[in-house]
């Protein structure tokens, strides 16, 4: 392994990271809450780390796939480290276990939160807060590409932060297609900024929002979330940018190039958009059907508000879905295993893999009708390597696996099922709220020092989809043997 060249790639990151917390820094001047010394000697600190780490000067700047790995992970963690100084140096997070959980969350884009009224803190902790989610969704590792002039030291970093099986779609051109996603990404942002400042919004609040919808992270600025502003058109605006946020950006980076014909024939898009749809439908006629006093209108806007919101892993509200229906919350349950596309900011299974699950599932039932008969795994009309389909089943095993772990763990608190459960799935998954203890009006602060611990941890592996944390605790990852 190329020990000093991570460690150097970790050093840009914690300069990157010192950079980033001068807009919350600024923020926290505007309004002269007594926030803004911790940024600035959260800014400080950060960037002395970096420019320690980055004293290593290494024999070469080859990135091989071990490297990649560890420089996600390692990245990651110091990342989150680094980002809970600003909460603990204010004040307005005093314990460093809540404060460490709060910035995974944020950075993880989960959204999970262990604070009881968010609008009592300063304006430049809640800024940064909310920034965090901007940095990490869709993955603060990936500015490092336009720094590397090796494509495939590129390359190995991206295979290690993306979201999904494949990243093929990424490969030509690595370092211009990267500029051109964040590109999209910023424009994005932008335009849910303006369109929430046309709905009346300030630019403070608009702002918190838009990295939150954009990132599918899920912080808010008011302790009512999204329904706090009791606007219409602010939750269609968001609704409608978090379905957005939920589809993979290499295909607006293909409608860019006018592939409108690839686009349209994407098998995952037209599952994620079917899914939206259905779901929707289903949750407003069960609510319908038991006799909600509110308009058509309103039950209609609400459960595509949720559905959207929880199917991205925003896990933004504008109603308390802890109240619904009981179909209505089992619905909610498996969008929040389900997720979004792949190579999106959204988190959770994936689209992508639950196809190739079900297609999986097919053809092994095709084998025992008809032994002899050669059956092939395709998406999108092209054929799915076998080893793209042992990654995809490998990947499920260890995600229900440490759902099951984790959820053993969280029970030792003693809460009910539902609250344990629906709070693992939430942080593997990057979804936020849950039902029962962690609904939408609920918070995880009362959880013990080993469930928040334990939560953070699962947000992280969900993230980075498992395999970066995990190969990081494996001796074998270690041996000097570059792979």
């Keep these: 392994m190329n020990h000093r060249m991570i460690l150097k790639s970790v050093g840009t990151l914690m300069y990157i990271e010192a950079a980033c917390l001068i807009p919350s820094l600024v923020v926290a001047l505007l309004y002269g809450q007594g926030d803004a010394l911790a940024f600035a000697v959260s800014a400080a600190v950060v960037a002395a780390l970096g420019l320690l780490l980055r004293l290593f000067k290494p024999k070469t700047t080859d990135i091989f796939a071990k490297d990649g790995l560890a420089i996600v992970g390692f990245g990651w963690l110091l990342v989150s480290f680094m980002g809970a100084l600003p909460f603990v140096l204010s004040g307005a997070i005093p314990s460093v276990v809540d404060a460490l959980f709060e910035s995974v969350s944020g950075f993880s884009t989960t959204g999970a939160s262990i604070l009881r009224s968010v609008e009592s803190l300063p304006r430049g902790v809640l800024f940064w807060r909310a920034f965090t989610h901007w940095m990490g969704g869709l993955g603060f590792l990936v500015l490092m590409l336009a720094l590397l002039s090796n494509r495939a030291s590129a390359l190995h970093i991206m295979k290690a932060e993306s979201t999904g099986p494949s990243t093929d779609k990424f490969v030509p051109k690595l370092r211009q297609v990267a500029k051109i996603l964040y590109m999209i990404y910023l424009g994005m942002t932008v335009a849910v900024t303006l369109l929430l400042l046309l709905g009346g919004m300030d630019l403070y609040d608009a702002l918190i929002h838009a990295f939150g919808t954009a990132s599918t992270g899920g912080f808010s600025s008011r302790d009512l979330s999204v329904g706090a502003f009791g606007s219409a058109y602010v939750e269609i605006v968001i609704a409608v940018f978090m379905v957005l946020c939920g589809v993979n950006f290499t295909l607006y980076h293909m409608l860019r190039g006018r592939k409108w014909k690839l686009v349209l024939r994407d098998e995952e898009l037209r599952f994620y958009l079917i899914v939206v749809a259905a779901a929707t439908l289903l949750i407003f006629v069960d609510r319908t059907g038991v006799g909600v006093s509110q308009s058509f209108g309103v039950t209609l806007r609400e459960s595509f508000f949720q559905v959207g919101s929880i199917i991205t892993t925003t896990g933004y509200a504008t109603a308390n879905f802890d109240l619904w229906p009981v179909f209505s919350q089992c619905v909610l349950l498996l969008l929040m295993f389900l997720g979004g596309s792949a190579g999106s900011t959204a988190g959770g299974l994936k689209c992508v893999r639950f196809l190739l699950l079900v297609k999986i599932a097919r053809r092994e039932v095709a084998r025992l009708l008809h ?34 772990l984790a959820g053993f763990i969280v029970a030792l608190d003693g809460k009910d099922l539902l609250s344990s459960a629906s709070a693992v799935l939430a942080s593997v998954s990057n979804i936020g709220p849950g039902l029962g203890v962690v609904g939408p009006m609920g918070s995880y602060a009362d959880f013990s020092v080993l469930s928040k611990l334990t939560l953070s941890a699962c947000m992280i592996l969900g993230r980075l989809e498992i395999y970066p944390f995990l190969l990081l605790c494996a001796p074998s990852f270690w041996r000097r043997v570059n792979i």
């Design 371 to 404: 032994p002899r008969a050669i059956k092939t795994v395709t998406l999108g009309g092209k054929i799915v390597e076998e080893e793209t389909l042992s990654g995809v089943m490998i990947y499920f095993f260890l995600y229900v696996a440490i759902l099951a």
